[in-house]
């Protein structure tokens, strides 16, 4: 990903649909492995000002990994999306109970609810309210308060 871009043109980039929880695991694993450079956002709330730290990446994506094992009642994946799966430096992620459609017939697309960036996000504006169960998961994650 080239650093000339800025984060909206890399949010309508090209992605690949991580299918399989199995290749789920794996993506994980590449995040993991390089740890240091990577924001994580909430769609529609102000983005954050400083990269994770190794410690907090690894507590996003197991709590992440087991909020769409959860939730996700399906025996594929299909709800996280990639940029570069050799090499991931953006990822999407839907939330599973309103993903919407990604053809974007009859109007708006609906934005994942979560991104997991190598490059600082800016404020990603969303047509579908917050649940206040997923901004208190989101807060609880973060220690914020509300």
Same mark, same amino acid.
């Given at each position: 990903?080239?650093?000339?871009?800025?984060?909206?043109?890399?949010? +309508?980039?090209?992605?690949?649909?991580?299918?399989?929880?199995?290749?789920?695991?794996?993506?994980?694993?590449?995040?993991?492995?390089?740890?240091?450079?990577?924001?994580?956002?909430?769609?529609?709330?102000?983005?954050?000002? +400083?990269?994770?730290?190794?410690?907090?990446?690894?507590?996003?994506?197991?709590?992440?990994?087991?909020?769409?094992?959860?939730?996700?009642?399906?025996?594929?994946?299909?709800?996280?999306?990639?940029?570069?799966?050799?090499?991931?430096?953006?990822?999407?992620?839907?939330?599973?109970?309103?993903?919407?459609?990604?053809?974007?017939?009859?109007?708006?697309?609906?934005?994942?609810?979560?991104?997991?960036?190598?490059?600082?996000?800016?404020?990603?504006?969303? +047509?579908?309210?917050?649940?206040?169960?997923?901004?208190?998961?989101?807060?609880?994650?973060?220690?914020?308060?509300?």
């Amino acid at each position: 990903m080239s650093e000339a871009k800025s984060f909206a043109e890399c949010m +309508n980039g090209r992605f690949y649909g991580v299918l399989q929880w199995a290749d789920l695991d794996k993506l994980w694993e590449k995040v993991r492995a390089e740890p240091e450079g990577w924001y994580a956002a909430l769609t529609g709330e102000a983005p954050p000002a +400083n990269s994770l730290t190794p410690e907090e990446l690894g507590k996003f994506i197991t709590e992440i990994d087991a909020l769409l094992h959860k939730e996700h009642h399906y025996d594929y994946c299909g709800v996280v999306y990639v940029d570069e799966p050799g090499k991931p430096n953006l990822l999407k992620i839907f939330d599973p109970y309103n993903m919407g459609s990604g053809c974007r017939v009859g109007g708006e697309p609906i934005p994942p609810l979560w991104v997991l960036s190598r490059i600082q996000p800016t404020l990603m504006a969303s +047509n579908i309210p917050l649940s206040s169960s997923r901004k208190r998961w989101w807060q609880s994650l973060f220690g914020l308060s509300s």
